[in-house]
Nanobody, 121 residues
Framework: VQLQACGGGLVQAGGSLRLSCAAS??????YGWFRQPPGKEREFVAA????????VYADSVKGRFTISRDNAKNTVYLQMNSLKPEDTAVYYC?????????????????WGQGTVVTVSS
């Protein structure tokens, strides 16, 4: 089982990026995106359940980020709009077999390698 995240890069404040995370080997019940800013701990960003009908967002990204999934492709996405310098971080996708939408790091057993997002002011 492997998660492969991509789509990070350097963008100016106010810009957009779309992260993708493809799962190989198995399909998962729920996915999450987390991020780790420089010098800080990993934090929750967004999560989505099996059907995509239930999503949860951190307050800091509500209204700017959108999580979605394509079960046919075993892929989860994070559309990030109106980016701010404080969104700069390594972004990680995570997955679990359970279908509940959960927001803590330890509840996810599978992790991608991380993709770097840098937002310049």
């Amino acid at each position: 089982v492997q998660l492969q995240a991509c789509g990070g890069g350097l963008v100016q404040a106010g810009g957009s990026l779309r992260l993708s995370c493809a799962a190989s080997g198995r399909s998962f019940g729920s996915y999450g995106w987390f991020r780790q800013p420089p010098g800080k701990e990993r934090e929750f960003v967004a999560a989505i359940n099996w059907s995509g009908g239930s999503t949860v967002y951190a307050d800091s990204v509500k209204g700017r980020f959108t999580i979605s999934r394509d079960n046919a492709k075993n892929t989860v996405y994070l559309q990030m709009n109106s980016l701010k310098p404080e969104d700069t971080a390594v972004y990680y996708c995570a997955a679990r077999y359970g279908r509940e939408v959960l927001i803590t790091v330890y509840q996810y057993a599978y992790w991608g390698q991380g993709t770097v997002v840098t937002v310049s002011s």
